[in-house]
């Protein structure tokens, strides 16, 4: 069984950085493809950005330039550093695993395992 295992949330403030990481295990491979995804309070969850078997990232535009995907294969573990943090970066985070895709997709319907998601906080 896959799962997925997101660390690294807390509270941070404005122009800070945070580094979440999302550990697979359970037979995942470093070829699938692994999104990140936000939810704030009363909206709806949301693409952050992802990363490909390849190492090719997509972003969505309110992070460009300041939000950065990787991945470590030998440890089966993507990574999302999250530079000059705003308040309205703040919402619960969650890694998605996608098995059936080659590119990085931006609907939450296309990836079929997630993580329990973790917490970062934005204070202005």
């Known amino acids: 069984q896959v799962q997925l295992v997101e660390s690294g949330g807390g509270l941070v403030q404005a122009g800070g950085s945070l580094r979440l990481s999302c550990a697979a295990s359970g037979g995942t491979s470093s070829s699938y493809t692994m999104g990140w995804f936000r939810q704030a309070p009363g909206k709806e969850r949301e693409f952050v950005g992802g990363i490909n078997g390849s190492g090719n990232t997509h972003y969505v535009d309110s992070v460009k330039g300041r939000f950065t995907i990787s991945r470590d294969n030998a440890k089966n573990t993507v990574y999302l550093q999250m530079n000059s943090l705003k308040p309205e970066d703040t919402a619960v985070y969650y890694c998605?695993?996608?098995?059936?895709?080659?590119?990085?997709?931006?609907?939450?319907?296309?990836?079929?395992?997630w993580g329990q998601g973790t917490q970062v906080t934005v204070s202005s």
């Open positions: 998605a695993l996608d098995i059936r895709r080659w590119h990085v997709s931006i609907f939450k319907a296309d990836y079929d395992y």
